[in-house]
């Protein structure tokens, strides 16, 4: 069965400081792998997702993530914050046909100003 | 209108009580889901239906049933509540793929 693991619960950066979340996932084919954003008292986001082909993908609101097959790794990323992007993250996998979705447990970022 | 509706938004319940929460969704999509959130675990998936005739049991079922009632409508059951179900409750839908899930806006659920 595919699981997602975010190794930090909570990551603090400065505004306009770069942003990297780790996300590592366990499954046995190639995954489709997504990031989602939880804004305080919101439903979840799609950021971006990962289903083949270039490992570099591009999302909404400037963020991306890079597919490592070597290291069971997508790895979400931002060069620069902003105060709005505070906020939960999760990474999720999934798979085609009879595969659910799965979510890590989340990774809650704070932005100093 | 939302792509995926949850109501109630917002319940507070005692213990022993049933309570249903319900789910649809525009989409057209056959997959459903319902996960819970609590802070630090994540969402958990708790039941999922790949089309009105599939039921599955997620990592959590125990102490939760669901329904589906027809493609768009899919609803969660507490039989009977108790103080650890509280949480924020989640229904998504996705294609066959799972190119994408959808979800609702959440159902804080709160029993006494």
């Known amino acids: 069965a595919q699981s997602v693991t975010q190794p930090d619960i909570h990551i603090t950066v400065s505004e306009g400081a770069s942003l990297e979340l780790r996300c590592n996932y366990s499954y046995g084919a190639t995954p489709y792998l997504f990031w989602y954003v939880q804004s305080p008292g919101q439903g979840l986001q799609l950021l971006l997702k990962y289903f083949s082909g270039d490992t570099l993908v591009q999302g909404i609101k400037g963020f991306e993530a890079e597919f490592k097959r070597s290291q069971s790794s997508f790895n979400l990323r931002k060069p620069s914050v902003h105060w709005s992007d505070a906020a939960e993250y999760f990474c999720?996998?999934?798979?085609?046909?009879?595969?659910?979705?799965?979510f890590g447990q989340g990774t809650r970022l704070t932005i100093n100003p | 209108d939302a792509d995926v509706t949850q109501t109630p938004r917002n319940r507070i319940t005692k213990t022993g009580k049933r309570i249903m929460l319900e789910c649809s969704q525009t989409k057209g999509h056959d997959r459903m889901y319902w996960y819970r959130q609590d802070p630090g675990l994540g969402l958990r998936l708790i039941y999922y239906?790949?089309?009105?005739?599939?039921?599955n049991k997620g990592e959590i079922s125990d102490g939760y049933s669901v329904s589906r009632q027809a493609q768009a409508k899919f609803s969660l059951s507490l039989e009977s509540a108790i103080p650890n179900q509280t949480a924020l409750y989640f229904c998504a839908t996705s294609d066959w793929l799972n190119t994408e899930a959808f979800f609702g806006q959440g159902t804080r659920l709160t029993v006494v």
């Open positions: 239906s790949f089309d009105v005739k599939d039921i």
């Open positions: 999720a996998v999934a798979g085609g046909g009879a595969q659910k979705l799965v």
